[in-house]
């Protein structure tokens, strides 16, 4: 999957914004088409001074990091959705949600499953 460099652009930095949340890809026709991002805000003082916070690992390696990773599961899903979700600015996981079309399979009366 070809993905250009402004979406990637897009994709990196939203991540990389989000204290608590989470970002979906979504793909159809083999076609990166959609970024949906739910974001949650913790109001003690902590979570507060850490979003004040500038990040320790540079933003050119997260960057590198995680376009390397998420190649690996956009790289053969034709259908489906990406889910990062992150937890204190890091991501604690990477869902993969592939869904297949079967147009030769047809139900009781013909029409689709």
């Known amino acids: ?11 990196e930095d939203e991540v990389i914004d989000t204290g608590y949340g989470t970002v979906i890809l979504t793909v159809q026709d083999g076609r990166l088409i959609q970024l949906e991002k739910t974001e949650k805000f913790r109001l003690d003082a902590v ?22 990773k998420l190649n690996c599961y956009l790289k053969d899903i034709k259908f489906g959705q990406i889910s990062i979700n992150i937890k ?20 009781l009366y013909g029409d689709g499953i």
Do not use: C, P
């Open 1 to 11: 999957m070809i993905i250009s460099g402004e979406a990637w652009t897009l994709i």
């Open 47 to 68: 979570s507060i001074s850490k979003k004040k916070e500038k990040r320790t690992l540079s933003n050119k390696q997260i960057h590198e990091n995680l376009r390397k």
């Open 88 to 107: 204190d600015y890091k991501v604690a996981q990477i869902e993969k949600l592939e869904k297949h079309r079967f147009e030769d399979l047809q139900g």
